[in-house]
């Protein structure tokens, strides 16, 4: 079966910085996602990897290894407004995205 | 530019009554999906549609139907609400199946009592 991994919740300081993890395992592979959601909100795309190494795009980078099915999304100088959900999610060999179920990340001053 | 909308925002439904519940999206996209959301569950794709006149079963099918008579409209319909239904309805798009970015709606609150 298809399986995405990440961690259900991380806590974290304001002005930290943190890495949340994905590991999947999917019938073919056509790029990854994540998407940060706030409570009550809808998801927004932070960023995509479909080829190894690391997205830097602001205070946000992702980074992608397809022989070891593994990503991670690394926040820097972390904010209040960072408090949410991170999304991984797997295009797969039908191009279909694969969700996993969330990290809900904490921020506390 | 709105994006996507969904309506409506929330919902209360008795079992056995059927909903509509409806999405429309001003990009042009050729793409449109419909996930459901459930605490401690990933988003789960119920349908979706490639393009107008096209629409293809996700993970998740059983209970619910679309229709893509335009590029725009999206509306997902449940026949016969049951209690399992209860969850939250997104309503995404992008410019084509493959294509990097989905956008999504904000969503429809759906309780079946």
């Known amino acids: 079966g298809q399986n995405i991994d990440q961690p259900t919740e991380m806590t974290a300081t304001e002005g930290a910085i943190v890495q949340i993890n994905c590991t999947y395992q999917?019938?073919?592979?056509?790029?990854l996602f994540w998407y940060q959601q706030h409570a009550g909100e809808a998801p927004t795309f932070l960023s995509y990897n479909v080829l190894d190494g690391l997205e830097e795009k602001g205070r946000f980078s992702s980074f992608l290894s397809r022989s070891k099915g593994y990503s991670y999304l690394l926040l820097k100088e972390l904010q209040m407004k960072d408090s949410a959900s991170y999304l991984c999610a797997v295009r797969d060999g039908d191009y279909q995205l694969i969700w996993g179920a969330g990290t809900k990340l904490i921020i506390k001053p | 530019t709105a994006g996507i909308t969904q309506a409506p925002t929330s919902q209360i439904l008795a079992a056995g009554r059927s909903m509509t519940l409806r999405c429309t999206q001003d990009?042009?996209?050729?793409?449109m999906y419909w996930y459901r959301q459930d605490l401690g569950l990933g988003l789960r794709l119920i349908h979706y549609?490639?393009?107008?006149?096209?629409?293809g079963k996700g993970e998740v099918p059983d209970g619910y139907s679309v229709s893509r008579a335009n590029t725009d409209d999206f509306p997902l319909t449940l026949a016969s609400a049951v209690p399992s239904q209860t969850s939250v309805y997104f309503c995404a798009s992008s410019e084509n199946i493959d294509t990097d970015t989905q956008y999504f709606g904000p969503g429809t609150r759906l309780t079946v009592l």
């Open positions: 549609s490639n393009t107008a006149g096209t629409t």
């Open positions: 999917t019938s073919g592979f056509n790029g």
């Open positions: 990009m042009r996209h050729n793409a």
